[in-house]
C-alpha cells in the first residue's frame, strides 16, 4: 500500500523559512515523477514544484526563485525548502506521486497534507 506523509509545515513570520517533508512508502521515488501541491482556503488545488525522473525540476512563476523541491532516493522521501515565505503562501501543502510522460507529470497518489501559515 502507497503511502505519502509530509511534515514540517508550521506557523511562520513573512520572510521565514520552512522545509517541508514527505516521507513515500510502498512506491520507489526514484521510478515516480514527484510534486508538491498546495491548496488555500476557497481556491484550487495547484502545483508549486514538481520533480522527473530524470531530476529536472520545474516551479509555479510564483514560487521560483524561493522554493526548491529535492528528493533523496535512498531515503524515499521528497522535500521543499521555502525560502522568503509570504502570507500568500499560506495553505495546505500536498506531496504527490505519479508516472511522468515525457513533461507531464501524472498525480496517482496524495499525502494528507501539512498546513503552512504564513504571517504578515
Known amino acids: 500500500q502507497v503511502q505519502l506523509v509530509e511534515s514540517g509545515g508550521g506557523s511562520v513570520q513573512a520572510g521565514g523559512s520552512l522545509r517541508l517533508s514527505c516521507a513515500a512508502s510502498g512506491l520507489t521515488v526514484s521510478f515516480y515523477c514527484m510534486s508538491w501541491f498546495r491548496q488555500a482556503p476557497g481556491q484550487e488545488r495547484e502545483s508549486v514544484a514538481r520533480?522527473?525522473?530524470?531530476?529536472?525540476?520545474s516551479y509555479a512563476d510564483s514560487v521560483k526563485g524561493r522554493f526548491t523541491i529535492s528528493k533523496d532516493n535512498v531515503k524515499g522521501s521528497l522535500y521543499l525548502q521555502m525560502n522568503s515565505l509570504e502570507s500568500e503562501d499560506t495553505a495546505m501543502y500536498y506531496c504527490a506521486a505519479g508516472p511522468s510522460a515525457g513533461d507531464t507529470c501524472n498525480v496517482v497518489y496524495w499525502g494528507q497534507g501539512t498546513q503552512v501559515t504564513v504571517s504578515s
Open positions: 520533480i522527473y525522473l530524470n531530476d529536472r525540476t
